[in-house]
């Protein structure tokens, strides 16, 4: 997929933006926002519900009634979904008469409601979910599907800036279970093909959209040639995956071939483009599935050879101690077995290689007063000491030079210590995992324990809490927005400079957040006096009560407070106020 790339001029202009800037801010309440939920936007072959076609040999060995079956689904396709007969969607355990089994994908679509917005042309930005390429609670998780709590988050506050935000589910089937070095070929072959898979599937989603927004009724309002993507957990080897992968011999490197041939085959899975393959039911329409930005939340790209000159710019959030996906170059594994799977690139190798690149040269420059690009810098140059084993090396060196769109993502816990949380933005309620997981027992005959899956998933997200992935958010959204705007050439893109995205608001910026000690509170706009500053705990406690500051910065030391999410109440000289929450660690 090739891209525009900016120059770094006119991104460090100075100009004062309005009091409220659509796309960089937020303009709309959730009032104002619309949610569709549930819009298929595909039908095509579920694995999950017959696994055999996970096995080319399988594929390769019933292709006859595979073709004719095909050729069915593609004329009721094209002419009415609904004469699809009901043995196609059933699991081949409960209907044997046919072998591929179909599902519809289904798509969330947020944006600003039409009684309150005018805009026909919005940009899109397409949230690509986590969830290990299996089902939620199959994939040892709550998490896996476009309804997350940070999904559902994130497209409300892109709609609410003005965006229309997309969230696809994508289909889901793998096997990671094949053991020892016996199954290596299973656990690489079916991971990869999930991973392809879901690539064709968003891409789908977004031909679909574009096909609706220049030849249909342009149902969403949107502007097609402004598309961005972000991709969280898996959905970040998804994200990273489309926006590199693009040309076929690209899947046939010397790790992805055994025996001859390339775990990826056209023949049967459809080209980099998700046209034609025996059991690939999705067909071209003509329109580019190219987007303009890539934003992943962990994550790692399949190969460092995918990037190349002309892709788009990168913006990446990952922890160093993420157990899962690679700070560095590694090896993804198998979480409970500890199989290895395959070889992968992390950022600390691929945003270098962008930077040389040239594709992130618009986010260079100064940024005096922008706390999320400074703490993003913070790490340049640095070394980070005992991450986990998938990565290759230890200590991992961050560069110091050509790391720009890189924030490392370093979680502490209530004694400063550094925790192994590689997506503290997620979170869960324990009685929603509950129902879940009986849910899912009821309809799988399955025996999965909701205690066991709760206690897994918090070794890896010890102090999950609704509060703490919101700060999260607030942090990617801070650092990623201005680059989005930038990017898409939107809104008021030529006066974006990071340290003045909020001139003319009176607001402030908190950091670090979360701290452990030390927080700074300073106006976005130099010319704002703050007057007062009080912070009070959930049960509106004052414990900190500062007045005639008389300045745009002040320092607040909060060592020896309990953790936990606190709010901060900063007064103007004029007599406004704002409110903000931050979280002590």
Not at 12 to 21: G, N, P, V
Not at 280 to 294: A, E, K, P, R, T
Not at 367 to 394: C, E, L, Q
Request: hydrophobic share 40%.
């Amino acid at each position: 997929m090739k891209h525009l790339i900016l120059s770094a001029v006119g991104f460090l202009s100075l100009l004062s933006l309005s009091a409220q800037d659509r796309y960089l801010e937020e303009v709309f309440t959730n009032s104002e926002i619309t949610v569709m939920e549930d819009v298929v936007y595909g039908i095509n072959v579920n694995p999950l519900l017959n696994t055999s076609l996970l096995n080319p040999a399988y594929v390769q060995a019933n292709a006859a009634q595979i073709t004719s079956e095909k050729d069915s689904l593609l004329n009721w396709i094209a002419t009415d979904p609904s004469l699809i007969p009901l043995s196609f969607f059933l699991p081949v355990s409960m209907d044997s008469s046919t072998i591929l089994k179909v599902t519809q994908l289904r798509m969330d679509v947020y944006m600003p409601s039409n009684s309150v917005d005018t805009e026909t042309e919005r940009p899109v930005m397409v949230f690509v979910h986590t969830g290990n390429f299996l089902p939620p609670v199959v994939n040892g998780s709550y998490g896996g599907s476009k309804n997350d709590s940070v999904a559902v988050n994130i497209c409300s506050q892109w709609a609410k800036r003005g965006f229309v935000a997309v969230a696809p589910n994508y289909r889901h089937g793998w096997n990671p279970l094949a053991p020892g070095e016996a199954g290596l070929v299973t656990r690489r072959a079916t991971l990869l093909n999930a991973v392809y898979r879901a690539i064709h599937d968003v891409q789908f989603a977004i031909k679909g959209m574009r096909l609706d927004a220049t030849m249909g009724s342009n149902t969403y309002g949107i502007d097609p040639d402004k598309i961005g993507m972000m991709g969280s957990g898996s959905g970040g080897y998804v994200a990273l995956g489309y926006n590199t992968l693009d040309k076929q011999e690209e899947t046939a490197l010397d790790k992805f071939v055994f025996g001859g041939n390339s775990v990826i085959q056209p023949a049967i899975v459809g080209d980099i483009n998700g046209n034609g393959g025996l059991i690939n039911l999705y067909v071209d329409n003509g329109m580019s599935s190219d987007v303009d930005i890539c934003v992943n939340l962990g994550g790692c790209l399949g190969d460092i050879s995918w990037l190349e000159a002309g892709d788009g710019p990168f913006v990446t959030f990952h922890s160093p101690f993420d157990n899962f996906a690679p700070f560095d170059t590694g090896t993804v594994i198998v979480p409970t077995t500890g199989d290895d799977v395959v070889d992968v690139n992390g950022p600390n190798t691929f945003i270098p290689k962008a930077n040389g690149l040239g594709l992130n040269d618009a986010y260079a420059g100064e940024y005096p007063g922008d706390a999320f690009t400074a703490r993003a810098r913070y790490f340049y140059g640095r070394d980070i000491d005992d991450s986990p084993i998938i990565n290759v090396d230890d200590p991992i060196e961050i560069p110091a030079d050509d790391m720009e769109g890189l924030f490392t993502v370093i979680v502490r816990d209530g004694n400063g210590d550094i925790e192994q949380n590689g997506t503290p933005w997620d979170w869960w309620s324990k009685t929603d995992l509950d129902a879940l997981v009986a849910q899912t027992n009821m309809a799988t005959g399955g025996n999965y324990d909701s205690d066991e899956i709760n206690s897994n998933s918090l070794l890896t997200n010890p102090n999950q809490s609704r509060a703490q992935g919101l700060v999260y958010i607030d942090t990617i959204m801070g650092y990623s927005i201005p680059r989005i705007v930038k990017t898409m050439q939107i809104g008021n893109w030529e006066s974006v400079d990071i340290s003045e995205l909020y001139v003319g608001r009176k607001d402030v910026v908190l950091f670090p957040n979360p701290t452990s000690d030390i927080l700074t509170v300073r106006t976005n706009n130099p010319s704002t006096t703050l007057n007062a500053i009080t912070v009070t705990d959930q049960l509106g406690r004052t414990i900190v009560d500062r007045k005639e500051l008389m300045s745009n910065t002040t320092q607040l030391d909060l060592e020896g407070l309990d953790s936990g999410v606190y709010i901060l109440n900063a007064t103007f000289e004029d007599g406004s106020s704002k409110t903000h929450q931050f979280l002590v660690q």
